[in-house]
């Protein structure tokens, strides 16, 4: 896995434990960076996770906090009083990967990680492996994840608003399309509709057939809540009417002709009055959602193309309608996927990646929601059946905590505000408090990469997707300038009050 340098980088102190270790060093290497460390039987990896200034001087006469003094005393100090301590994180042996079990020696030497010996543990080929970027302290290291690992054990990408979530799910899209994966994106904000991710997506409209709906679903467009049990019996008795007669007109139109007539021939005025409540929210439903409700609509199952990435644009509707749209998908995705495994006949007899924009939305910490029923299932299940999932958020701590802990795999770039950041690390157990405290430090596009899909953590640079994207921040500037051309306002006009 490649030879070590000729020259050490440091010694190891007390203090070294099998999992953790100290380095003293002249020139410490970035924090994230990594190093080998001499040990018997091999030596190990090592991922430095923290760099300390040291003065010989003042460790010397401690106490010494005058700045007058140690002013005088840096100036008659030689350039080697400086010193580096560095803490390591042990990763594992250099060729196994394996914990030991007795620490490194104090005075062992500690040496750079050769390059050949990352590229060895971060790289790999496609269609096993896809590339998702680089070393962030080696840019010449590419760093691959593990597909089927990614896909099976479920990833999470967390970052705040601008640092790279939509590029980081294009750069995946794109290279597990490129091995003829299959992926089912629900994009809240229009950023992948119509992009080239993949060749070229294949987009969705999110068009609901009311014949294809649950109960449940239905109840969730009508606003028929389950405390409002009469009208939830009045809504149950009425669809039953209908799904046992040949439609003549619209099946919302049907429906609400079913409940009128419960209404008359109803006795009971609790059940009479919870029909007019239910007549009255079809009709507020007709006017809500007329422009995605469609009676011909086919099953959208039939529209999903293998080997693409499949967008379902949900930028055009409200979070309630998004909610059926997502649940029917996935509750039906999981269905078909279940009768292949079972040998059954099956609208999708292929693996799909399902990746959720906005997954604090439609699977909330502290509320109900279809999707969360659904998405909660898939996490416990999918991997059975070759359903994965990935849930893309801004703000962690307002997902369900159950769901995230389930997604093994993390890709998390920037994260400011300590309460996400400690909700992070109580869900994964690969986070490191050492690796949350790189979090409000990381520049656009640089990611911590922790979980089964990588054989360590590590923190990443990614890769830049070639294409465009719509969800990047537009250059307003130059709007309205093209509007006023376009407009043929004279600047005099726009600026005169300040001319």
Known sequence: MGGEPEEPLGY?????????????????PAVGDYVLIEA??????????????????????????????????????SSEDVFFECSVSVIGDAERLEMPRMPPLPG????????????????????RRIRVGTLLARPEVPVYVD?????????????????????????LADRVAAIGGTLLVFDFHGEYAGTSIGGGVNTIEARINPRLLSIGELMVLLGVEHRFYNQERVLRRALDLVRKKQLQRGFLQELAEAVEKIRLVEKRREEATAAVAVLNKIESMLERYGDIIDDDAPDPLTRLLPGRVNVVDLSRVDEEA??????????????????????????VPYPVLVVLEEAHI?????????????????????????????????RPKGL??????????????????PSDQRYIQEASESMSSELVEQLPSLNTGEAILVGPFVPAPALVKIDKYRGSLGGSDPDVVSEWL??????????????????
């Open 40 to 77: 018997e039987p091999r030596p190990l990896i090592g991922l430095v996770k923290n760099v300390g200034t040291r003065s010989i001087t003042l460790s010397s006469l401690p106490g010494v906090y005058d700045p007058v003094v140690v002013e005088r005393l840096r100036a008659e100090a």
């Open 482 to 499: 093209r509007y006023r051309e376009a407009a043929h306002v004279p600047a005099e006009d726009l600026y005169s009050e300040f001319l």
């Open 322 to 347: 998004a909610d059926v749209v997502v649940s029917h998908l996935v509750r039906k995705l999981l269905l078909e996927r279940k009768r292949y495994k079972h040998g059954e006949r099956s609208m």
């Open 362 to 394: 439609l699977a909330p910490r502290d509320d109900a929601t279809l999707s969360k029923y659904w998405l909660s299932r898939v996490a416990r299940e999918g991997r059975k059946f070759g359903v994965g999932l990935m849930l893309v958020s801004q």
């Open 400 to 417: 369900d905590p159950d769901i995230l802990s389930q997604m093994n795999n993390m890709i998390v770039l920037r994260i400011v505000e």
């Open 108 to 127: 062992s030497r500690v040496y750079p990680a050769p390059a050949g010996l990352l590229s060895g543990l971060f790289g790999g080929e496609p269609p």
């Open 12 to 28: 190891i102190v007390d203090g070294a434990t099998p999992r953790s270790a100290r380095f003293v060093s002249p020139a410490p």
């Open 147 to 171: 597909v089927n690992r990614m896909v099976t054990r479920h990833t999470a990408v967390l970052a705040v608003t601008g640092a790279g979530k939509s590029n980081t799910v294009a750069v």
